[in-house]
């Protein structure tokens, strides 16, 4: 009877059981199809963006061409700057844990040691698997390439990439400059002209299938080819002064020094050097003094170099001319409450004596003998205020007070080189305009088109003050060492202390300015000697002999023809044998 009951219960529950787990299964698939279609709402209609982002990711690409970066050349086309191939190594640091690569520890130590690195720092930096792109070293040399090759270690790869090497070496550093390991350029001519040097490569985006194959080509982008660079720079004229800058340095056991060549026709500078300079191509080590191109950052009084402007102002304004006599008797005068003095008392001196002697009283009083104005005028008509037209980074445009009120003695110091200070370069442009009979040109370092002159002087005084300092060079001038073999050359000594806190030191700077040839002008060449350490600190001794060195290599790699001598006696002079007509 109870077995009977139990049976009917059972029987009786059964389809109530089944009933409601039939309710709760519909329940969880209804739910199930429900947030599978919402999640398909949320994402197609809400927010498509994520998914579209991820399916590119896997699919599109974007394929650049490499580009490599304009050379460098002088005006002749020597190179000064090249890009050459290297590669990188780099690694994948998924792949290296998916081969277990790490495991051969031998050849890690065999990549580590030829790459020069620490074999711990390489494995631990290709051990975050989390990246997938990891450099070990860039720019290896095509026999260290190869080595790494051979080794054939899992994940680890070659990455072809240029390097920028320097022909030139220390000799156009501080010019040229260099580029980082990225090949941007970060110093001189290379970051002046970086867009024009580089260039953009060729883009091309494509989507590409599953097994990595271009299916569709979505975008093509033509880039910007880089463009070669020529320079005014001669390199055989630049090596020539920078070897003789370099021994000026030894001989004089001078701090620094710089020389500037420049056409005096065409404003081209043809050689731009400074020492103590550095290796470009191994800048380990190299501190940021050397880096400096001093020819355009350092700025300096020019003590009696600017002697000429002085007689200039005067000629121009007319309160003097070449028959003029100053009496610069007893030597020195009291200007408000300071002395103006020279060396000695050279009494009665024509402007020709006044800068043959470097007379202090002498240019002191035709500065002073014509408008302040137009004196002031006269050091910016000469390029000495501003900069020289280069564009080149880090160029100084030098100090000038151009204030309502000058008293007289601060006319006078400025007439022999005092309350200014100039580069060696905007000093070269001065003496370029002297040179080209007046005309005032910007300098310029890239090869190009002769941008028009301004006639800031009189062909006649231009050629006068010419004159007056070919007689710096005589026996009893300040620079009978600047002379030239062959050729007639007029130029100007200067003298300074440097200025420090309070006043001036003990250090000096030597600058000897100068063009030749003087019957018809071609370079002017300017010479400066930062602190020399020796016995000799005036400028005649010490910067005009390697002026002399210099102006006598850049005439005759320039081929221009002697001045000083007829034909006859320069060949007689060279044991050549010459017959009258």
Not at 57 to 66: G, I, P
Not at 101 to 128: I, N, Q
Not at 463 to 480: F, I, K, S, Y
Not at 490 to 518: D, H, M, Q, W
Request: charged share 25%; proline share 4%.
């Amino acid at each position: 009877m109870n077995y009977q009951a139990t049976k009917q219960a059972k029987t009786n529950t059964q389809p109530r059981f089944l009933h409601w787990r039939f309710i709760i299964v519909s329940g969880v698939v209804i739910l199930v199809f429900i947030g599978l279609a919402a999640r398909a709402a949320f994402i197609q209609v809400i927010s498509p963006d994520q998914l579209i982002e991820q399916g590119d990711n896997r699919t599109l690409r974007t394929r650049t061409s490499a580009v490599h970066r304009g050379m460098i050349t002088d005006r002749n086309g020597e190179e000064l700057a090249v890009s050459v191939p290297v590669q990188a190594v780099w690694a994948d640091p998924k792949i290296v844990r998916e081969k277990d690569a790490l495991k051969d520890k031998r050849r890690w130590h065999a990549l580590a040691e030829v790459l020069g690195e620490d074999a711990d720092k390489v494995m631990h930096e290709v051990a975050d698997d989390k990246r997938r792109f990891v450099y070990i070293q860039r720019q290896v040399t095509p026999a260290m390439a190869e080595y790494v090759d051979k080794l054939d270690i899992p994940g680890v790869y070659l990455r072809r990439e240029s390097r920028r090497y320097y022909p030139t070496g220390e000799v156009s550093a501080q010019l040229i400059g260099f580029t980082n390991i990225d090949d941007v350029g970060i110093e001189g001519i290379e970051r002046l002209f970086e867009e024009r040097l580089n260039g953009t490569p060729d883009t091309r985006r494509i989507r590409r299938d599953g097994k990595g194959r271009q299916v569709e080509i979505l975008a093509e982008h033509q880039g910007e080819q880089s463009k070669d660079l020529h320079l005014t720079i001669d390199q055989r004229v630049q090596a020539l002064a920078y070897k003789e800058i370099k021994k000026a340095i030894q001989v004089y056991d001078a701090a620094a020094a710089s020389a500037v060549v420049v056409d005096v026709h065409t404003g081209e500078i043809l050689a731009m050097v400074n020492g103590p300079s550095f290796n470009p191509n191994n800048r380990q080590g190299v501190t940021a003094h050397r880096i400096r191109n001093r020819a355009i950052t350092d700025a300096f009084e020019p003590g009696s170099v600017i002697k000429p402007v002085a007689v200039l102002s005067a000629l121009e304004f007319g309160t003097a001319d070449v028959t003029t006599v100053i009496d610069t008797s007893p030597g020195w005068m009291r200007l408000g409450g300071a002395i103006v003095k020279d060396s000695h008392n050279y009494g009665k001196l024509t402007l020709g004596g006044i800068i043959k002697h470097s007379s202090n009283m002498g240019t002191s009083k035709l500065a002073l003998s014509v408008p302040k104005a137009h004196l002031i005028d006269m050091f910016y008509e000469m390029g000495l205020v501003g900069d020289t037209g280069t564009n080149l980074i880090g160029e100084s445009s030098g100090i000038f007070h151009d204030r309502s009120r000058w008293s007289q003695h601060e006319l006078a110091s400025l007439s022999f080189g005092y309350n200014l200070t100039v580069t060696p370069l905007q000093l070269a442009r001065m003496y370029s305009i002297i040179g080209n009979g007046g005309i005032k040109r910007p300098l310029s370092i890239i090869k190009g088109p002769i941008p028009a002159g301004e006639r800031v002087l009189s062909e006649k005084s231009a050629r006068a003050v010419t004159q007056m300092m070919e007689h710096v060079l005589d026996d009893d001038g300040t620079a009978p060492k600047a002379r030239v073999a062959g050729y007639r050359v007029a130029g100007k000594t200067g003298t300074s202390r440097k200025a420090i806190a309070g006043g001036y030191g003990e250090e000096y700077v030597n600058l000897f300015a100068g063009i030749a040839p003087v019957s018809n002008p071609q370079i002017a060449v300017v010479v400066l000697i930062d602190e020399p350490g020796g016995d000799l600190y005036y400028g005649g001794d010490t910067a005009a002999p390697v002026f002399s060195e210099i102006m006598s290599g850049a005439l005759q790699l320039l081929n221009i023809a002697p001045d000083d001598k007829p034909v006859s006696s320069l060949i007689a002079m060279h044991g050549g044998t010459h017959h009258d007509s």
